[in-house]
């Protein structure tokens, strides 16, 4: 290669003086959130402030243990919040590989190899085989290069590029940041770096679509203000109440504000996170990262999957497939079916002499794995032969040939693979039996399969010809390659099927190609399910949406078309997550409802823009996920329905007193404990209960399903009355019987803290056979349930804490009396079950 000596490439003060003007060579990220920013974020929701602001009235007031309890609550809520947040950015950070590629330039005449971020605009860099390339270049010289760019365009087979002084057109003479040089070597000058290659002109294309809220976070925070605005003004009205009838302002400010906190839905997003957050560890511990964490819920909505075909479907790794000759043939998969007959034993010998011993080209390196398999203890492997001279892939004849020396014979053997065409024409031979090879090429492409021909001849150990032409080759056979798919894809699909999720193939590759791999992955069944990328630009947004319930494959899609079709499905009203590892799916990832990228081998670019990383890069992984979203949507308004029904006897408890002239049975303190204990504690234990049966073989959620629905609504509320109306009857039984005060506020409390763990064991499951399963302990139930009457033995025995409580010492007569209320309680919780169960109400 002459290019590169000829040329001396920029100086280091040249370089240096572009590099401070135009920046490094480095792709345009997401700026990763820092400490404070997260911190100002988590403090701004509106209810820690509303929280905050109660616990200053506090202390105003001088009550100061009720006020620092609050605030100290307020802090654990934070801290929680801040913590999960920061760890999932770090997560992120740790899966971004920080490492640039290197790169071998001329500067001042001299090679030089420097981080790729130091390159500018005008080196001049030289490549080889298995060098990323590490900037956008326009190739002064190339010999045999053929460059791997299915991070850009999603084909897998490697593309031959040649440089401008051979006459090639642009796409052919220039190489793209990113790409991998599977063959050859190449010497180039750097056109454009950074920001300004291809590879960060799709990542900059991603600043123009926002991120968006998902539906439960937007139904979350508008129940949340609602919730907040109906609570303070009916806080409000009771203040001024117990003002209008007792004449004491100050008690009816410390009613109202105790109602405000009694209605205040400060669960709601501290029970949202700590679901979202625990989901995400569960997931990271299955090798899926929660990129945006409250995508895993939305992805159990998902009702379209749009995966790529490369390094998705596939493993990105080229295979032998099928041995064909004349004489012969054979299937290569699965391996160690059958020996290879002796017939093409000299295919595969002659196919493995014409690839690069060390090969960087997925489909050589193939062929070498078949021939040292297929050819183990045979004498076609040649180990010490002399490799003499190679004849390289050109534009004109697209095969190559290489010269070989064996130690045993004067005469050179060549051994050559290519194109079936190109190995046709160079054997010369008849029409006829060129059609019948052509016509079990085609054959085999249908099959979705790369097909190359080999050939061999011997020549006399003299000056070579100029020429492969020249040479008198002896047609061998066809060699057919694949890139097959994943062996875990045909089940996740079907199990895709089975939850009612469309799954849809978005690929560069050939229809031929698609289709075939399509049908192995269980995605197509017939030919009318495919679109072509040439056939979709000319369709307008109506024809392209009324083709979309029909199309399972689109092939030969170019990366803007990738987007447009995520943005017709989602018009659809579809829930759409889309998978993809490549940086042209980035856009994609990013427009999609739930980007989903393959972690191992994807871009930074995609991991960046998805919300879901897959680290194993296994498409099983992602029907875990979505297992996870159906599993935490349903928890979630079970985690609700307690939520509800707990705070309608806590609100009762809070007015009926002032209004009917009752003493004060609940006090802030008495709150800060239910709410400290009980309340998120309970979302520990819902976030835990495994999915309901038959979960996954129902269709996904309808897109207008909410959160805080009718049916959820009347659930909580029946449940929380019932416990509310015994709790009335049992104070005025309590009341009647002449109890104290203290002694009758220490009876509520205690049986409304067992009734509330009774709640929380009723709701864990809605099913019936949900009975059956309990067999299976939810241990953080136990330990939650175990710790919350550990703590109120310690309010009840400790005197100075008894007394913040205003409680009294129970006897046991009271604590009986309190279990048995409770008792009844979740009789009627159990009951409201079976109604439900029996007339179906929805779940």
Not at 435 to 461: E, Y
Not at 705 to 720: E, K, V, Y
Not at 836 to 841: E, G, M
């Amino acid at each position: 290669m002459s290019g590169p000596h000829d040329l001396e490439g920029l100086t280091c003060s040249e370089a240096a003086a572009r590099l401070l003007a135009d920046g490094p060579n480095e792709l345009p990220a997401s700026r990763p959130l820092g400490a404070w920013r997260l911190l100002v974020d988590v403090v701004s929701e509106p209810m820690f402030l509303l929280l905050v602001a109660c616990g200053g009235v506090y202390l105003g007031l001088g009550d100061r243990g009720e006020a620092l309890m609050l605030l100290g609550f307020v802090l654990v809520v934070i801290g929680m919040t801040f913590f999960q947040q920061r760890r999932t950015e770090r997560s992120l950070e740790a899966l971004r590989e920080l490492s640039c590629p290197r790169a071998l330039v001329i500067r001042d005449g001299r090679q030089a190899r420097i981080a790729g971020r130091e390159l500018v605009a005008g080196d001049l860099v030289l490549l080889a085989e298995g060098d990323r390339v590490p900037a956008d270049m326009e190739l002064t010289a190339a010999s045999n290069l053929t460059v791997d760019e299915s991070m850009l365009t999603g084909e897998s087979v490697p593309v031959t590029k040649h440089a401008e002084a051979e006459g090639a057109g642009e796409a052919e003479r220039r190489v793209y940041s990113g790409t991998l040089v599977t063959q050859g070597t190449a010497s180039g000058i750097v056109v454009a770096t950074g920001e300004r290659s291809a590879l960060g002109r799709i990542g900059a294309s991603l600043a123009t679509l926002g991120v968006e809220l998902t539906p439960i976070q937007l139904e979350t925070r508008g129940v949340v203000k609602t919730v907040a605005v109906a609570g303070l003004c009916l806080a409000a009205c009771l203040a001024f109440a117990y003002w209008w009838l007792r004449g004491d302002w100050l008690q009816g400010l410390l009613a109202g504000l105790t109602l405000a906190m009694a209605i205040l839905p400060e669960e709601l997003p501290v029970i949202l996170t700590l679901f979202l957050g625990l989901s995400a560890r569960r997931l990271a511990r299955e090798q899926v990262l929660a990129r945006s964490i409250p995508a895993i819920e939305l992805l159990g909505a998902t009702s379209v999957l749009c995966v790529d075909k490369t390094g998705t479907l596939t493993v990105n790794r080229m295979e032998v497939s099928r041995l064909w000759s004349e004489q012969g043939d054979y299937l290569c998969l699965p391996p160690g079916a059958a020996a290879l007959q002796e017939e093409l034993h000299g295919l595969l010998e002659y196919a493995v002499l014409a690839s690069h011993r060390r090969a960087f080209d997925p489909m050589e390196h193939a062929i070498g794995e078949a021939g040292a398999r297929l050819l183990a203890n045979t004498e076609h492997l040649h180990a010490d032969w002399m490799l003499i001279d190679d004849y390289p892939l050109s534009r004109q004849m697209l095969a190559m040939s290489r010269v070989w020396r064996s130690p045993d014979q004067s005469a050179y053997l060549v051994a050559a693979k290519g194109a079936p065409e190109a190995i046709v024409d160079l054997c010369h031979m008849a029409p006829q039996r060129a059609a019948a090879i052509a016509a079990q090429v085609a054959a085999l492409a249908d099959s979705g399969l790369r097909v190359i021909g080999v050939a061999r001849a011997t020549f006399p150990a003299s000056r070579l010809p100029d020429n492969q032409h020249d040479f008198d080759f002896e047609f061998l056979g066809l060699v057919a390659l694949e890139d097959p798919v994943r062996p875990e894809v045909p089940q996740a699909v079907a199990q895709c099927h089975a939850a009612g999720m469309r799954v849809v193939m978005i690929t560069g590759d050939h229809p031929a190609t698609a289709l075939a791999i399509a049908r192995q992955a269980g995605i197509a069944d017939g030919a009318g399910t495919l679109l072509s990328g040439e056939e979709l630009a000319a369709m307008d947004d109506a024809a392209l949406r009324a083709r979309l319930a029909g199309t399972t494959v689109y092939c030969r899609i170019a990366p803007e078309q990738k987007l447009r079709l995520v943005q017709a499905l989602r018009s659809e009203g579809d829930i759409v997550a889309m998978t993809g590892d490549g940086v042209n799916d980035a856009p994609a990832l990013k427009a999609a409802s739930i980007g989903v990228a393959m972690g191992a081998r994807g871009s930074d670019v995609a991991r960046e823009a998805a919300a879901l990383v897959l680290l194993k890069d296994d498409f099983s992984s992602l029907l875990l996920a979505v297992r996870h979203g159906r599993r935490l949507f349903a928890n979630l308004r079970k985690a609700i329905v307690f939520i509800v029904a707990v705070h309608v006897p806590i609100v009762g408890l809070s007015i009926l007193p002032v209004l009917l002239g009752w003493p004060i049975l609940l006090m802030p303190v008495h709150i800060l404990f239910l709410q400290l204990v009980i309340d998120p504690a309970c979302s520990i234990v819902f976030e835990a209960e495994p999915v309901e049966a038959g979960a996954m073989a129902a269709r996904p959620r309808s897109r207008d399903q909410r959160l805080f629905d009718r049916d959820l609504l009347i659930r909580g509320l029946l449940q929380g009355g019932g416990l509310l109306l015994m709790l009335i009857v049992y104070h005025v039984l309590l009341s009647g019987a002449g109890i104290s005060e203290a002694g009758v506020r220490t009876t509520i409390f205690v049986t409304l803290i067992l009734a509330n763990l009774g709640l929380i064991h009723a709701n864990r499951s809605w099913t019936p056979r949900g009975r059956e399963r309990r067999v299976s302990a939810n241990r953080p139930f136990a330990w939650i349930g175990l710790s919350a009457l550990l703590l109120l033995a310690v309010v009840l025995g400790v005197e100075p804490i008894r007394d913040m409580f205003a409680f009294a010492l129970p006897g046991a007569a009271a604590l009986a009396m309190s279990v048995l209320v409770a008792a009844l309680g979740v009789a009627w919780f159990e009951s409201v079950k079976w109604v439900q169960a029996r007339w179906r109400w929805p779940a």
